[in-house]
């Protein structure tokens, strides 16, 4: 499976004291995604996934950044067991040294013989993302210097499902807990009497 992907983004920011006219600047994102799956046995899957991301804009001297994914998986797969553990290798580089990330990820799905339709959900992994250009240049609020997130995440749940001919009820409950380092978060605040910006 071969996918490909162009977005064009263009920022406009008000005039101000030093400017007469607005301003307007542009970034262009194009992402490439290239994956493989392939069963070795009733019970076992393998995969990868090769994704490729290039951001170019003219907001700061023609900035860009890249980012390249590698991820392989496997799957198990059994009567009451499905489990999928992988792992990433991630780089990405913008105009300070690249950075290289490995990310490891496991998540079980368990169905209880004894209770038809009940399942038992967890699953864990380390978590990257870098900032985009809005993050770092939107204008206000944004910030050039922002690092990237790192940290883990880890979720568990639970899924109870009843059917019939006419009908079906499902019930979902889940409990997530994560730690992150230099989380990118956008706060609310009043730019006048009732504008609101970020």
Same mark, same amino acid.
């Given at each position: ?14 005039? @101000? ?40 804009? @003219? ?40 950075? /290289? ?8 799905? /368990? ?31 944004? @910030? ?50 009732? /504008?609101?910006?970020?």
């Amino acid at each position: 499976l071969l996918s490909h992907a162009v977005e064009s983004l263009d920022y406009l920011t008000d005039a @101000n004291q030093n400017q007469e006219t607005n301003q307007r600047s542009s970034s262009r994102s194009t992402r490439v995604l290239t994956s493989a799956k392939r069963a070795i046995s009733d019970s076992w899957l393998l995969g990868t996934e090769l994704s490729f991301g290039f951001d170019q804009s @003219n907001i700061k001297s023609a900035e860009h950044q890249g980012l390249i994914q590698a991820d392989a998986f496997a799957g198990l797969e059994r009567k009451h067991v499905q489990s999928t553990v992988g792992i990433a290798l991630t780089r990405w580089s913008a105009t300070k040294l690249p950075e /290289v990330h490995l990310l490891p990820r496991v998540e079980i799905r /368990v169905v209880p013989t004894r209770f038809d339709g009940f399942a038992i959900r967890m699953s864990g992994g380390q978590i990257f993302r870098p900032p985009t250009f809005a993050d770092r240049y939107w204008v206000p609020g944004g @910030n050039p210097d922002l690092l990237s997130e790192t940290g883990w995440a880890a979720d568990a749940g639970i899924q109870i499902l009843r059917s019939s001919e006419k009908n079906s009820l499902e019930f979902t409950a889940s409990l997530f807990s994560s730690t992150l380092y230099n989380k990118i978060v956008w706060f609310p605040s009043f730019g006048g009497s009732s /504008v609101q910006i970020w």
